[in-house]
């Protein structure tokens, strides 16, 4: 355990983590201080390549829709595998599934299964769409351990769960909530969220849905009315795209402050429309604040410190204790935050953040995941949100 401690330490954004399920792992202290850390990111000085001297990759990682250099979710796990890897001197590889936004699970499996042949022990697969194919290769290969980040527990055909996969999902409507209830308290009042996946994916419809209450709260506690743009529309592949920065474009030519880029390369969109519009941005799952100056602060989930620990499970011989059951983590466990030491929020303060965070660890503030299938039905006190 000491090991995983002092690899998820090195890393730019610090997490301790536990399990939810019918076992559980040890956890460190969590605190808000999770995510006030120094920026720089360790792994960005590993190369994405590397030559294997004996043509195998014993660490593998199978990108989600979008790029792997997304500046978010791919990258943020990617850079958990090589951060293991690099520290560990062990060999790595990524493969992103032929087809790219239109991979179907045979293209998944073929590079899941490409990855096993290549010589992986462990395969970190990232996203939810992951699912049928993991399920398919972690039955042909029983003796490769495969991590599934943002997913649940996977079972065979005859509903026994998968001991060769370990589930990695986080809390994230305490992170979206958080960012929500910043922006407002800093001062705003015309909000957008522009999510990924059309609505499909749970992690997204968890931040969106989080980031709306954490409006809402903090626009209650300011005794005024926040107005929200909320679209799923052109971020069905996660890509950027002419249309979705002309849309983002025109919310913000029309009064919206900030918007929540909340799916991978969609961000590249959403920023662009920014910068020309003297609008700002909320970025997702890991610190986007190097990317763009219209950032504000990002809605951060630890899933490069999560990969980290579930290889690290496979080498210290504990793999069973997060093997067919989903690991839950959040604010509790220091897995979800924002991060205070490169935000630019002037009016909302870290002590403000530190007093927000404690109360969603303690469970004085509870955050609803159970987010309506149509936001548009959905009523709040201090929010008019208009779903486009």
Do not use: H
């Amino acid at each position: 355990m000491k090991k995983i401690l002092a690899l998820v330490l090195a890393a730019c954004m610090v997490f301790a983590l536990c399990a939810c399920g019918t076992k559980t792992t040890p956890a460190a202290t969590a605190t808000a201080a999770a995510a006030t850390q120094k920026p720089g990111n360790p792994a960005d000085d590993i190369a994405d390549t590397m030559t294997s001297s004996d043509g195998k990759y014993e660490l593998a990682f199978v990108t989600d829709v979008g790029q792997l250099k997304d500046k978010s979710f791919n990258e943020g796990t990617w850079n958990g595998v090589k951060l293991y890897a690099a520290q560990n001197k062990l060999s790595y590889k990524y493969y992103q599934p032929a087809n790219g936004a239109n991979a179907t699970d045979d293209d998944r499996f073929n590079s899941m299964q490409a990855a096993v042949d290549a010589g992986a022990k462990v395969v970190v697969c990232a996203g939810f769409l992951q699912a049928t194919a993991l399920a398919k290769v972690a039955i042909a290969n029983p003796s490769v351990d495969f991590v599934f980040i943002d997913g649940w527990a996977l079972t065979d055909a005859s509903n026994a769960p998968l001991k060769n996969v370990a589930a990695i999902a986080f809390q994230e409507e305490q992170c979206g909530y958080m960012a929500g209830y910043a922006v407002v308290m800093e001062g705003y009042d015309k909000l957008g969220f522009c999510g990924g996946g059309g609505g499909t994916n749970p992690a997204c419809c968890r931040y969106g849905y989080g980031y709306v209450q954490g409006a809402n709260d903090a626009a209650k506690s300011l005794n005024k009315t926040v107005q929200i743009n909320y679209s799923w529309q052109y971020g069905s592949n996660y890509a950027a795209s002419p249309e979705l920065q002309t849309m983002a474009t025109g919310w913000y030519q029309n009064g919206t402050q900030v918007i929540f880029a909340c799916g991978g390369s969609m961000f590249d969109s959403i920023a662009a429309a920014a910068s020309a519009s003297d609008g700002f941005v909320v970025g997702v799952d890991s610190d986007q604040s190097s990317q763009s100056d219209t950032v504000i602060t990002s809605a951060m989930k630890g899933v490069g410190e999560a990969a980290q620990f579930a290889i690290g499970k496979v080498y210290d011989g504990s793999f069973a204790d997060i093997g067919g059951i989903v690991t839950t983590l959040g604010a509790k466990e220091g897995a979800t935050g924002l991060p205070t030491a490169t935000w630019s929020l002037k009016n909302f303060t870290v002590d403000q953040y530190n007093a927000l965070f404690s109360k969603i660890v303690d469970g004085t503030v509870k955050v609803d995941n159970q987010y309506p299938a149509d936001m548009s039905t959905a009523t709040f006190s201090n929010v008019t949100l208009k779903v486009i």
